[in-house]
């Protein structure tokens, strides 16, 4: 698919375990975070945000936590399934424009 | 039911040549944007609009322009294209600028 080759920081992880992925997000005026997934061959997909008042959110199988102090977000997947084989991205707005900004991206490889 | 949508879906053309992508929504949001991914998958803002008004010109070559006929449709116009053109043109609508925003499945571009 699209992601042979690349290059993006890579989570292996066995089906049924539960994932981890991080991001240091750069502006500490941002208030609004989010978090995508982006399927081979897709359009990336909101999965769950986040606005700075908050420190955790939970939704279906997902929480994302926000640690404002040092500029970090992580998105947890309980019991990760192969269909949550995607590259993740973190993504961060703010300001009058609430241009959103993305991260690098994660690439999440569940093994069956 | 595609929320958002964009075509064509592959776009193969020889450099020097004018193109255009187009794109719809039919969620009813007032704010559409076009992002560009490159090899890597790194994800850019080019540009937004609000109800027909640019937001966000995030320093876009002259020879993209876009256009707004109306608050579901976001086009986008590509003179003189180039090799470094190659990439994924994502288009995405939210409500408002600051509201989640949905993406369409993309258009990738080949430049020869």
């Known amino acids: 698919g699209e992601n042979v080759g690349l290059h993006l920081p890579t989570l292996s992880v066995q089906e049924g375990d539960n994932s981890i992925i991080n991001c240091a997000y750069s502006?500490?005026?941002?208030?609004?975070f989010i978090w995508y997934k982006q399927e081979s061959g897709k359009g990336p997909q909101f999965i769950i945000d986040?606005?700075?008042?908050?420190d955790k959110r939970q939704g279906q199988r997902v929480t994302v936590l926000l640690n404002k102090t040092v500029k970090h977000l992580s998105l947890q997947i309980a019991a990760t399934q192969p269909g949550d084989s995607a590259v993740y991205f973190c993504?961060?707005?703010?300001?009058?424009?609430?241009?959103?900004?993305f991260g690098t991206g994660t690439l999440l490889a569940v093994q069956p | 039911d595609t929320a958002v949508s964009q075509t064509p879906k592959y776009l193969v053309t020889q450099m020097g040549n004018d193109k255009s992508i187009k794109c719809e929504q039919n969620?009813?949001?007032?704010?559409m944007y076009w992002y560009k991914q490159d090899s890597k998958k790194f994800l850019k803002i080019m540009f937004s609009?609000?109800?027909?008004?640019?937001?966000i010109n995030e320093t876009v070559p002259n020879r993209f322009s876009p256009k707004s006929p109306d608050k579901a449709h976001l086009n986008l116009h590509i003179n003189s294209l180039e090799l470094g053109d190659s990439a994924v043109y994502f288009c995405?609508?939210?409500?408002?600028?600051?509201?989640?925003?949905?993406f369409g499945p993309g258009t990738r571009l080949l430049v020869l």
């Open positions: 995405a609508s939210s409500q408002g600028l600051g509201g989640t925003q949905y």
């Open positions: 986040i606005r700075s008042n908050m």
């Open positions: 969620l009813g949001h007032d704010t």
């Open positions: 993504a961060e707005s703010g300001g009058a424009t609430n241009k959103l900004i």
């Open positions: 502006n500490s005026a941002s208030d609004y």
């Open positions: 609009y609000n109800n027909k008004e640019l937001i």
